[in-house]
Every structure is written in C-alpha cells, then in structure tokens.
C-alpha cells in the first residue's frame, strides 16, 4: 500500500526526478513492496482561484508512472480518492495535465467475466459502470453502462453524461427499485435527467414488467427523490359502494410545514351525494416530543332522497397521541392518548379489524408536575370512556389530584429500643386530594351540544349537558408506621382520616298521595367525615427440600407469605351529623336508611360498624433440576410451578350477622416457560337453599361447610390461558427479554407485520367465567381466540385471525389473510367471509419513491 500525492509543475516534477536520480524518459514500474510512501504535489486551477488538495491513490497490483507523459497506470483493486470522490476499478489511469481520470474492468482469464467494474462514490452516492472518464478540475464525466442509486432506485443506462453541478443525464434508461441486474420491472424512457436530492425527470415513458412492454405509456414523468420532505397530490383509490355509488377515496395534499410538522388532508367523494375529508398532522422533535393528530368527517346519504327509508348520519373521529420526552423538561409530563368517535362512525367508514370488533372506546389528557423538590405531585387528568354500542359517555373532565409523598419526621431518630427506634424512623404522614368533575351523557347529545355552541343558539342538549354534570371533592391522610417484631414479623399501624365535600346532595320523601318514593337533587355544599385504623402483621416463610446429586431432582422450594389484618370503623349511619337519613319506602309503614351523598364521586361514610380481622395467604413453588441445556447455572435449570397462589377471607366481629366474608382464591403460572394461566375462584361461605316452591333462594346462617360438606356455595370463576408460539419461542431463553419483547410485538401486530423470517406462528387465548350468585342462576361463558400464520414457500403466506364463542356455539369475525413477496413487489389479499362479509386486493411496488404504482381492489360491508 502506497501513497502519490502530486502537483503539477514541470520544475517540482524534474526536481522530484533528480532527486530520486530517475531517467526523465524512463517509464518506471513501482513494485508494491519496493516503496512504503511516495509522493508528488501538483495544484489545480478552478475558477481563477488556486487550490491544493491531495488525492490519494493505491493499487493492489502495481502502478507504472510514465513521467514523460505525465500519466500514471494503477492496476488490480485500484483506487483514488479525491475530496468526496472515490474512485474503485481494477484499472485506472490518470494524465496529471489534463487532469482526466479513466476507468474500467478486465476480463478474467478463467472465468472470462467481466470483473472490476469501477464504482464512483460521491459523497454516498455510488455510481457503476463498465467504462468511466472524469475530469478533476470540470468535474465533468461520461460513462458507458451505467448503474446508479438515486434514494431508493436504481438507474441503468447505456450512456451517462455528468456537468459540473451534478446533475446526471442518462441515455437510454431504464428507472427501477429492484435491485437485480436484469430487474423484474422497470420505467423505459429515452432520456433521463437527474437532478440530485430532487428530481427525476423523464420523456417519454413507459413501464415494463418482466421484459413485457404495457400499455402504460406516460409523455413525461416526474419522480420526486427530496432529501427532506416535499408537498404534492395524494392519489385516490377508486370503488364501488351498492348505498353510495362509485366513489374517489384518500384523494388529498400532503404539505410539510417544516422539520418537525406535516400536514395531509384527504377526501372521499361519492357519487350518490356523500362525502367526507380527513386531516391528518405528524409532529416529532427530538428530544423533545412525538406524535400524530387525525380529525375526521363523513356525511352519509344512505338510499334514494326520495325513499321513506333515505337517512343521513353524520360521523366524527378524533384521534391524536402525543408524548413527551422525559428528559426534555425532568419533573414535569404530558401525555395524550384520545380516541373520540361517534358509534355511527365505526359502523359506516372503517375497514380496520381493531376497529369493527371493539366495543369501547377510551381517552385520556393528562399533566403531571413535581413541586418543592418533588415531595408534592399536582397531576390534571381528563378521561373520556365510550360504549360504541350504546353510544354512553362518561367524561371526568377534569380530575385534579395533589398528592405529598410521605414525610417521616423522626428519621434520624436513634435509641437504644430497638423498636421504638424502628417504630418512630418509619413514623410517615402523607396527604392526597382529588377533585372529579362528570359528565354522563350520549354522543349525540354532546355534538349537538358543540354545534349549538359553534352557532351560539344554545338549546335543550346544551342543558341536558349541564344537568348531567356531578362533581365532588375528597381529603384523605394516612397515618402509618412499622417494626419488627419477634425477630421475623412486621407490623404495620395504620390510621386514616377521610373527608368528603359535594356541592349537590340527594334528598328523598314519601309521597302519601301517590303512595310513592320521590327523589330531589338538592343543591348547595355539603360535607361529610370519616376514618378508620388498621394493623397488619406479616411475614415470610420458606421451606426447602434438596435431594441426592445424582438425582434428576434436585430440589423443591416453597415460599409461604402469612398475612392478617385488623380493621376498625365505627358505625357512620347513626345519627345525621354524616349524611345519613331514614325514609318511608313503601306501605305499611316500611323505613330504610339511605345516604344523602349516594351518588357521590368519590365516596361516602360508611354505614355499619366493621372490627373485622382479614387474613390471606401467598404462596410460591419452584423446583430445580439437572439440564444439560442450562450451562450458565453448572447445568441447574429452575422451573416456576406456581408463581403465585392467593387464598384470602375476614371475619367482621360487628356485624348482625353473616360476620364470614367471601373467600377468594387466584393465582397464575406459566407451563413450559410458554403457556400463561391466570385463575381465580370466589366462595359464599354459608349455605344456600331453595324455597318451597323452588322458585327462590335464601341465603342461611349456617356454614355450608358444617350442612353441605363443602367449603362454600360457588360464586364465580374465571380462567384465562394463552401462549404464543413459534419457532423462536422454542429456541430463545427466557431470561432473553429483548427478543421476548421483539417477539411479542411481532405476535401483537401480526395483521400489521408480515415477517417472512418466521416459518409459522400461532397465538392462542381461551377465557372463562362463570358465576352463579344464587342456585337457580348459572351463567358459563367461553370463549377462544387465535390467530396466526404459515410460511407455505419462500414467498407465500397465509395468515387466520379468528375466534369461536363457545357458550353461543358461533365463531367471531374471522379474516384470512394471503400474503406474497414478488421480491420488488408485495402482494395481499384479505378476506373475511363471516359476519361483515368484505375483502381488500393489493399489488404494489415495495419503494415509497413508486409508492403510487399500485393496484388496489376493496369492498368493504358497506359496500355491498
């Protein structure tokens, strides 16, 4: 490896030649290992002003300098590099006074391929060709068989010409994104400029696929190829809809504002009168935030104007997700995540699978701030949750919650008592306040609403808006400590102190006339008091058994986690100071108890005293085992039989009677590192039993386990088991999160993602519930989905996404799924034959630079 670097100059040069005691006529061959460095200087002449720069150059072969003629001769893997220019071929030669560069390849003598072909980079745009002249001082060039990258495309052309701003003009070309030699497609144009980091501009044009001239023939084309971001025309996608005739979809603007913001907007147009846009914006700065903003609006014409059954529905969509980055200002957050729409809007416009089969819809603003050095928290949330299936809204507009973290005063409390030392360090007080303002409404009523308030006219949604908003304010303060005590139990005191203010209250009266219960809404401010102490002792306990070495097993460990709690709260619905009052219910002379703040937000004063004692317990079981897989552990393999196990119930010394509470028993697992289970069932501990008639149930003092020789009357259960499989689950650890993670998002996005990669995957869930409150009742619901997909051959496959409703014997919207790599193009296809019957056809070239060159055939439900 060696180096020239050369100036021109006829004196430097014969000095250099004396110097060196070299023949001014000779031609001189410099052997690779003859010199380390050599080097010449020679300066260049552009635009009347001078400049030195160095180029440098090797060759793996050898290099001959004629010095007579100035030229040099660089032969096998040569290279030059000349500012942002590089330069590669097996064969170069340079004339110093014209300052010309010529290139090309040889032929090998055994294979007789053509090998070397020189390769120009420019600064990360490479250029190939067979043969290549260029000139240092013009910067101009021409080659012969070219192939060059511009973005994400490919140019071939016989002839290539380079000015001096570089711009390229191709002879002959062809336009392509695929990357082959001979490319499965391509745009055949006689001439082609290109104007770098802009433009693509062509004559006449036309495509052709797999050596097949179509009929696709353009008298111009313009394909953009921006470093950054450029506006233009959105192009439509064209249909057919039974209701709403033919129709233009998507057709819009896409106009980037700057750097960090874009804006699109698109409309649809159909040809029986309906209509709709969508806006759409992207915002990111890094560092900084991220995220997106879509409004949309359809107006649908549904049937003839002329018919009784003619109606139109006006549907809305708002999604925006926003979200900041944490280190762009530390101790402070905002977030959005909204998704608004009106239950008519899924129901006409949307394609998507989420999308048809959810049910609810949920929202949430929020803003947090940490003050005087983060021990208060000031959090603003604003949450919308919709029933799309009955269009009920339930908007928390806003919730404002303070919270100051826990303050321990005696901290640095020392004493030779080790309890009371631990008791007074551990001594903390805290505080948290919420403020909740609701709306219950429909979505009807609050668009109506916002219309009536665009048009300044407010009428009657705007007041059944007003009259449906509830709000409240709520006080809490902790108390709590703990120690150790016997060495291995830690108990924890606790005392709690609630107070409640509304602005509106319930007030309810016995109408003797109509011999009816009436119910006010009575306004104004309110408050009520409570608290309640507790303490709670826990511990852990372990047990382990270890077995001989040569055994497969080698040993068995249990983690138990006792814990008991007791809770006191004084009767509150004694006396009126708390809210409570007593009213005629029904005749002869029936009175019951109610609370003035039951339709409170945030709660109310208890009613009933409790002394109650709550116990539970945790358990935990692992085994270990020998494993000649498992080297990082001397081939011990630890395998979860049980993650955990819950077994819960209290007892409440107070009340009048039924003092057993529902015993509850859950837990989850995980079989073979592969298969999730969560579980759980719930008790009534005390016996149940049917009338005469058999047509009613009550509920008996007596312990079921003491009549009935079970542990209780079955309440409700639930079960829920899924898995995820594939080959990369088999192979991957599990202590391998990342590809855990990776994995996951593949099998969560699969009607998303399409990895031909993976052979085949499958994803399965089965869901259970079952209750039976009383011994007539018995509800058993079930339920199993999954979806997946299989690779059949290198470029094909199939996907399913489906379920089956067991306890209504009917499977659930069901779409499958063909997916095809053409290598530069993708084709899909999806179908869903049940239910909402539609399917959608897509060909396409993969590169977004010919991103329109698509063929696309969708029928949504709608549409027939």
Not at 121 to 129: L, P, R
Not at 616 to 622: C, F, I
Request: charged share 20%; net charge positive.
């Amino acid at each position: 490896m060696y180096r020239l670097v050369l100036i021109t100059g006829v004196i430097l040069m014969s000095q250099l030649v004396l110097s060196q005691n070299i023949d001014s006529t000779s031609i001189t061959k410099i052997e690779p290992d003859s010199i380390s460095i050599d080097s010449v200087s020679f300066s260049i002449s552009n635009h009347q002003s001078e400049i030195e720069d160095q180029v440098e150059y090797d060759a793996e072969d050898s290099t001959i300098l004629d010095l007579n003629a100035q030229k040099a001769y660089l032969y096998g893997k040569a290279q030059i590099i000349f500012q942002d220019i590089k330069l590669e071929a097996d064969y170069i030669a340079i004339d110093f006074r014209t300052k010309d560069v010529f290139a090309t390849g040889i032929i090998d003598d055994s294979t007789q391929n053509y090998i070397g072909r020189p390769a120009f980079d420019d600064d990360g745009k490479i250029y190939e060709a067979d043969t290549m002249k260029y000139n240092f001082e013009s910067k101009k060039g021409i080659s012969y068989g070219v192939l060059t990258t511009e973005k994400d495309g490919y140019i071939h052309g016989k002839r290539v010409l380079r000015d001096s701003q570089e711009n390229i003009y191709v002879k002959d070309a062809q336009f392509t994104t695929c990357n082959l030699p001979n490319p499965h497609f391509y745009i055949k144009a006689d001439k082609i400029k290109v104007i770098p980091g802009k433009q693509i501009i062509t004559g006449p044009a036309n495509l052709v696929i797999e050596g097949i001239n179509t009929p696709l023939v353009v008298p111009f084309g313009f394909f953009p190829i921006p470093e950054k971001r450029k506006h233009g025309i959105l192009f439509p996608t064209f249909g057919q809809s039974q209701e709403r005739g033919y129709n233009l979809r998507g057709l819009g603007y896409y106009l980037p504002i700057n750097d960090f913001f874009d804006v699109q907007i698109a409309g649809d147009i159909y040809f029986r009168g309906s209509w709709g846009f969508t806006l759409r914006s992207n915002y990111y700065k890094r560092y900084k935030y991220r995220g997106n903003l879509q409004f949309s609006f359809n107006r649908n014409e549904f049937g003839e104007p002329e018919s009784p059954s003619f109606r139109i529905s006006n549907d809305y969509s708002l999604r925006w997700n926003y979200t900041k980055d944490a280190k762009s200002r530390p101790g402070s957050n905002f977030s959005a995540n909204v998704n608004f729409v009106t239950s008519s809007f899924l129901k006409n416009n949307t394609t998507n699978y989420n999308d048809i089969i959810s049910t609810n819809s949920n929202s949430s603003v929020s803003y947090s701030r940490g003050l005087f050095n983060r021990k208060i928290n000031l959090s603003i949330a604003s949450n919308i949750n919709q029933n799309l299936s009955t269009g009920d809204l339930t908007m928390t507009l806003p919730q404002m919650t303070v919270n100051m973290s826990r303050q321990m005063p005696f901290k640095s409390f020392n004493s030779k008592n080790k309890t009371l030392r631990s008791f007074l360090r551990n001594f903390g007080v805290s505080y948290q306040g919420t403020f909740r303002n609701e709306i219950r409404t429909i979505d009807t009523t609050l668009i109506g609403s916002i219309r009536e308030q665009l048009e300044g006219s407010p009428s009657i949604n705007t007041t059944n808006l007003r009259d449906n908003i509830k709000n409240g304010v709520s006080h809490r303060i902790p108390i709590s400590t703990s120690f150790k005590a016997l060495k291995w139990v830690t108990v924890s005191p606790n005392i709690s102190f609630e107070e409640y203010w509304y602005l509106e209250t319930t007030e309810k009266r016995w109408n003797e006339e109509k011999d009816s219960l009436i119910t006010n809404t009575i306004k104004g401010f309110d408050r009520a008091v409570s608290y309640r102490t507790s303490i709670s002792l826990s511990t852990i306990l372990y047990g382990m058994r270890i077995f001989k070495k040569e055994s497969k097993l080698q040993a068995i460990r249990h983690v138990i986690r006792p814990n008991m709690s007791a809770v006191y709260s004084p009767d509150f619905s004694t006396g009126e100071n708390n809210g409570y009052r007593t009213v005629q219910t029904d005749t002869p002379q029936v009175f019951n108890t109610y609370s003035i703040y039951e339709n409170g937000l945030l709660g109310r004063p208890s009613s009933g005293p409790q002394a109650s004692i709550n116990f539970g317990v945790g358990n935990n079981l692992e085994i270990k085992i020998k494993s000649s897989k498992d080297t990082t552990n001397g081939g011990i393999k630890k395998i979860k039989i049980i993650e955990n196990l819950n077994i819960r119930s209290g007892y409440n010394f107070l009340a009048d009677s039924f003092n057993l509470s529902t015993i509850s028993i859950n837990g989850n697992t995980t079989i073979l590192n592969k298969i999730r289970m969560t579980f759980g069932t719930s008790f009534d501990p005390y016996q149940w039993e049917l009338d005469e008639d058999g047509t009613k149930s009550y509920r008996r003092k007596n312990y079921a386990l003491n009549t009935m020789n079970t542990l209780g009357h079955f309440t409700q259960s639930n079960l829920s088991i899924s898995t995820n499989l594939n080959p990369e689950a088999f192979k991957r650890k599990s202590s391998d999160n990342a590809n855990e993670q990776e994995l996951e998002f593949i099998n969560n996005n699969l009607q998303n993602y399409v990895d031909f990669n993976i052979p085949w995957s499958l994803n399965i869930n089965y869901n259970m519930r079952a209750s039976r409150p009383v011994l007539l009742e018995k509800s058993v619901n079930q339920s199993i989905t999954f979806n997946g997909d299989i690779k059949l051959t290198e470029n094909w496959k199939i996907g399913l996404n489906s379920g089956y409703d067991i306890s209504k014997e009917e499977l659930s919207l069901t779409s499958i799924n063909f997916y095809r790599d053409l290598h530069c193009w993708q084709m899909n296809f999806e179908w869903y034959p049940i239910g909402r019957q539609m399917f959608s056809f897509g060909i396409n070239v993969k590169s977004s630079t010919l991103q329109d060159l698509k063929l696309n055939r969708r029928r949504s439900w709608f549409d027939f």
